[in-house]
């Protein structure tokens, strides 16, 4: 854990990361993405918002992914979020109970199906804007790829199960390896 005190500032920063060999392109991608997806997409039903800061009301935003690059093993674990400075050891508390949580019990079958719809749809809202449309055809050509990259991507998200969600993000997500970064005024 890394802690950077900055004095006098309102907020304070939380960070989270650990770093995953992995590609996206690799057999447990899809799975993890989704997984990702369910611990810190949009909205507030994924699990870090919705405990951080809907149910406890430690945080102002919350957000958690799973990346994966196209070529090189270079993925990643990444949560932040932005809260009162009295409230870093809450929140650090509630991320780690969390995620220890869905590490032991798993996700449920409901959640992941949900949780499909919402991941595929909020990649069909992104080909819809502009900017995000012309960033993915640019990756694309740079790596290659096609449009049929995302179908299939889409089309294994689609038929991921729970214990496939479950046992990826247990073969991945280590809180031991994970690095923690917190940032803000805690007067010490």
């Known amino acids: ?13 939380f960070m989270a990361q650990q770093n995953l060999r992995l590609r996206d392109r690799d057999p447990d991608y899809p ?22 800061r809907q149910e406890e009301g430690l945080s102002y935003g919350v957000a958690a992914n799973i990346n994966a690059h196209p070529v090189d093993r ?13 409230n870093a050891q809450a929140v650090k508390d509630a991320f780690y109970e969390e995620l220890r949580q869905v590490l032991d019990e ?13 991941y595929l749809e909020s990649r069909r809202l992104g080909r819809a804007d502009d900017s ?17 990259w ?12 729970v214990d496939e969600v479950n046992a990826a993000l247990r073969a991945y997500l280590d809180p031991e390896q994970i690095t923690v970064v ?7």
Do not use: C, W
Request: charged fraction near 20%; proline fraction near 3%.
């Open 1 to 13: 854990e890394i802690v950077i005190e900055i004095p006098d500032k309102a907020n304070a920063f």
């Open 106 to 118: 798993g996700f449920g079958v409901e959640e992941v199906e949900a949780a499909k719809q919402g």
């Open 132 to 148: 995000s449309l012309a960033q993915t055809l640019s990756s694309h050509l740079y790596f290659e790829r096609t449009m049929e």
């Open 150 to 161: 995302e179908a299939t991507l889409e089309l294994e998200i689609r038929e991921l199960t």
């Open 182 to 188: 917190r940032a803000g005024s805690f007067g010490s």
């Open 31 to 52: 799975a993890l993405a989704l997984a990702g997806f369910m611990l810190g997409g949009s909205g507030l039903n994924a699990r870090l918002p919705r405990r951080i």
């Open 74 to 86: 270079d993925g990643s674990f990444f949560m932040y979020a932005i809260h009162a400075p009295q």
